[in-house]
């Protein structure tokens, strides 16, 4: 059992199987000791990203607590104690104090972090999270997986200095969540695969649909493809970058959100789910690939609506 301490405010408690033949408490070297945390931090970071899911965002990124067990001289630390000690009376653990710089280069929030009430740690949201991917891993859902590696991008995405390195965890977690990698060849890329996402997000409702679809294009088509084969920042795209990741988070979000909700059990399910979109949004199809048209090449400035709009203001 590890204690990840947090900062002054408080610990995350969590059971950590380690590899044969470590002793945690007399570790053989540095590096075993090195590996000892990063385990701990690791399973602690779990807990955390349930946090993040409901209290952080790129909007208030100055809010965002630091990693699990990260302290203020860029080193990392765990109170380690045995499993099968009893939680004291008087609150104090006896065990061991580990304390390495575990990583060359590491990222703290230098600004406010994130203070949290026990009763808000504690909340219906957090904790009705937890129960729902708890219980999805118990029953050996092919989902769980999906989830947690969402969940887990979705977190990492916050310590990561290159903005366009966030964008394109971001993009990958939407992908990972929703099954891409399971749908044929011919949709993972292109209109099909952005509206099979936006199925996925919009849960029916059609309005929401709409926007995702026309948003996706533009993410993929502008954003991502020119950062990956173009080489180029999001500042030198002229686009709102505060703006662009939260955009994508909400996505994020939305799509989590619906994988909670509707429990489709199988990779399989999930796909059929978001393939939905020819008959479920038939209607509104034409309306989105003529909007598309609008921006079929790169230098025509063109940009969804609502991003446009937010862009401007902040000018």
């Excluded at 679809?213 to 999001?234: K, M, P, S």
Aim: proline share 3%; aromatic share 8%; net charge negative.
């Amino acid at each position: 059992m590890g204690l990840i301490f947090l900062h002054s405010h408080g610990a995350v408690i969590c059971n950590v199987t380690l590899p044969d033949g470590v002793d945690p408490f007399y570790p053989k070297s540095v590096n075993e000791d090195i590996q000892l945390i990063r385990l701990c931090a690791d399973k602690a970071e779990l807990v955390l990203d349930l946090i993040r899911l409901e209290f952080c965002n790129f909007s208030r990124h100055a809010y965002i607590m630091n990693r699990a067990g990260e302290l203020a001289d860029g080193s990392s630390a765990v109170w380690i104690v045995r499993s099968d000690a009893d939680e004291p009376a008087d609150g104090y653990w006896e065990g061991r104090w580990a304390n390495q710089v575990t990583s060359v280069i590491s990222l703290a929030n230098n600004w406010l972090g994130l203070e949290l009430e026990p009763s808000l740690v504690l909340s219906d949201e957090v904790d009705g999270t937890a129960v729902r991917l708890e219980s999805i891993g118990k029953t050996g859902d092919e989902i769980a997986p999906l989830l947690r590696s969402a969940l887990r991008m979705l977190g990492q995405s916050y310590y990561l200095v290159s903005e366009e390195a966030s964008f394109l965890l971001l993009m990958m977690a939407i992908d990972a969540v929703c099954g891409v990698a399971e749908l044929d060849r011919g949709m993972q890329s292109g209109s099909s695969h952005r509206k099979y996402v936006a199925t996925i997000a919009a849960n029916g409702d059609t309005e929401k649909f709409k926007k995702c679809a026309v948003n996706l294009h533009y993410y993929y088509e502008f954003i991502r493809n020119a950062i990956v084969h173009d080489g180029v920042t999001l500042a030198e795209l002229n686009v709102g970058i505060e703006n662009v990741l939260t955009d994508i988070e909400i996505l994020l979000r939305q799509c989590v959100g619906v994988v909670l909700q509707i429990r489709p059990h199988t990779i399989a399910k999930l796909v059929e789910t978001g393939q939905v979109y020819n008959t479920t949004y038939a209607t509104v199809l034409h309306l989105i690939d003529a909007d598309l048209k609008k921006g079929r090449h790169k230098d025509s400035g063109w940009r969804p609506a609502s991003l446009r709009q937010r862009v401007s203001r902040r000018r």
